[in-house]
């Protein structure tokens, strides 16, 4: 931008107006996040190594569900095809996102260099 007497002035008011909802509203955040992925993640942990810990009989502390998960090959084969299938998602993602990261900072480089 030019100035009225013809110098270049620079301006970096480029703030933008953000809704804020402030402190008070974290800790409903904060319960909400519990309530949506604690609760139900820790009661399926719980479930796990208590059986019957929700229907009407208990039984006590037992790792046997753990071992006969891990003794079955099919189950075995299932937890490492989903290993392999997640490293593969991210490596293509970083590959990717890298890729386009460099593509937009080059092009932006190139118009920030053509514009001055």
């Known amino acids: ?10 301006s970096f008011n480029n703030k933008r107006r953000r809704f804020h909802l402030g402190q008070p509203f974290y800790p409903l955040c ?14 399926v942990l719980l479930q796990s190594v208590f059986p019957n810990l929700f229907d009407q009989g208990f039984y006590p502390f037992s790792l046997q569900s753990f071992v006969s998960m891990f003794t079955e090959t099919y ?4 937890i490492v095809n989903a290993f392999l299938f997640g490293s593969g998602s991210a490596l293509i993602a970083a590959v990717l996102g890298t890729f386009f ?6 092009q932006r480089k190139n118009t920030s260099a053509k514009s001055d």
């Open 1 to 10: 931008m030019k100035s009225s007497n013809g110098s270049l002035k620079i």
């Open 30 to 43: 904060i319960l909400t996040l519990l309530a949506l992925i604690a609760y139900p993640l820790g009661a």
């Open 75 to 78: 189950t075995y084969q299932s």
């Open 101 to 106: 990261a460099v593509l937009i900072h080059r």
